[in-house]
């Protein structure tokens, strides 16, 4: 095993995930990919610049996406002191489809395994969002490890 791929989104449930995935990597000295995808269907599925709302979705995002990847810098560099000899990256990406994004993101790394947090949505949550670790582990070519 050479990549590991873990998609964060710095819930609990993906700092668990990624937990796992570095005891995981500590073993086998791989290449760990943090996946951060960025995710704002008003921006995608709605905005009619006729009513300006364009305009301001553009601006919600700017500022979502700058809150974001400096959050993720500090996870990057928190991670990087404490094990400075893994081979850790990460890929900050904007999507609308975040299972999607992570099945091109776990392909274009050649990832032999995703480490991935669950939700745990239940009910009409789960009917009405969906669950995107189902959507990954039945569209991934490698083996996908979901962690509560």
Not at 75 to 84: A, E, G, L, S
């Amino acid at each position: 095993m050479k990549n590991i791929l873990c998609p964060f989104d710095f819930s609990d449930h993906s700092k668990r995930a990624l937990d796992w995935s570095l005891k995981l990597n500590e073993k086998l000295n791989a290449k760990l990919t943090i996946l951060y995808i960025l995710n704002n269907p008003v921006y995608y599925d709605a905005g009619n610049p006729m009513y300006g709302i364009q305009i301001y979705a553009e601006d919600m995002l700017s500022k979502i996406r700058d809150k974001d990847k400096k959050e993720l810098d500090k996870v990057m560099d928190k991670m990087n002191k404490k094990y400075p000899n893994m081979n850790i990256i990460s890929i900050f990406k904007e999507q609308n489809d975040v299972g999607e994004g992570v099945i091109e993101a776990a392909k274009k790394t050649k990832a032999d395994i995703i480490v991935m947090g669950s939700h745990g949505r239940k009910g009409i949550r789960r009917f009405l969002l969906g669950s995107i670790a189902e959507d990954v582990l039945k569209h991934s070519e490698c083996p996908v490890v979901i962690i509560k």
